[in-house]
T-cell receptor
Framework: QKEVEQNSGPLSVPEGAIASLNCTYS??????FFWYRQYSGKSPELIMF????GDKEDGRFTAQLNKASQYVSLLIRDSQPSDSATYLC?????????????FGSGTQVVVTP | GAGVSQSPSNKVTEKGKDVELRCDPI?????LYWYRQRLGQGLEFLIY????????KSGLPSDRFSAERTGESVSTLTIQRTQQEDSAVYLC????????????FGPGTRLTVT
């Protein structure tokens, strides 16, 4: 059973601090990794994707990928109350060649003013 | 352009009734996914359509659940003889159907079985 694991949280972060979210995956052949943000009562929205080892920065968000250790992380710099949401990690399934993703259960982030 | 749309946005039904949920994917997206999300839980994969290939039904929880898709357009998810445990938000997503491609989600249908 391929798995994507995340700490459920809640992760409490003071406003202005860095939020660090981690995700581990079991499918060693996975090549594509995504972070989605889901506000309460809303559907998930894509915020980052990463395919190569290393860091990828987009505004206040940085995704980090380490395929050897099978983990992907998301850093949120200068956290704002509007960043309070559940963050879902998603990983492609290598047995499927058409883009099927497996989602973690999400980490709840609470940014406190 | 238009995103993924779903209807109805909310559905309340009595236990034992059948319901149909609809999803309109982004135009040109060949892949379409259905997920279920119970309150406070993660996404539960239900079924996946890719072009003219046989759908991946591995996530359907019972034979009361079925889904159809017409070509590369609209999909309907049908739940027969609904049970209270079917209460959840049903999310549809679509993608271009390429390896490594991101999925875009619709707003969901909130189903409540009384």
């Amino acid at each position: 059973q391929k798995e994507v694991e995340q700490n459920s949280g809640p992760l409490s972060v003071p406003e202005g601090a860095i939020a660090s979210l981690n995700c581990t995956y079991s499918d060693r052949g996975s090549q594509s990794f995504f972070w989605y943000r889901q506000y309460s009562g809303k559907s998930p929205e894509l915020i980052m994707f990463i395919y190569s080892n290393g860091d990828k920065e987009d505004g206040r968000f940085t995704a980090q990928l380490n395929k050897a250790s099978q983990y992907v992380s998301l850093l949120i710099r200068d956290s704002q109350p509007s960043d309070s949401a559940t963050y879902l990690c998603a990983v492609d399934e290598t047995a499927d060649s058409w883009g099927k993703l497996q989602f973690g259960s999400g980490t709840q982030v609470v940014v406190t003013p | 352009g238009a995103g993924v749309s779903q209807s109805p946005s909310n559905k309340v039904t009595e236990k034992g009734k059948d319901v149909e949920l609809r999803c309109d994917p982004i135009s040109g997206h060949t892949a379409l996914y259905w997920y279920r999300q119970r309150l406070g839980q993660g996404l539960e994969f239900l079924i996946y359509f890719q072009g003219n290939s046989a759908p991946d039904k591995s996530g359907l929880p019972s034979d009361r659940f079925s889904a159809e898709r017409t070509g590369e357009s609209v999909s309907t998810l049908t739940i027969q003889r609904t049970q209270q445990e079917d209460s959840a938000v049903y999310l549809c997503a679509s993608s271009q159907g390429l390896a490594g491609d991101e999925q875009y989600f619709g707003p969901g249908t909130r189903l409540t079985v009384t």
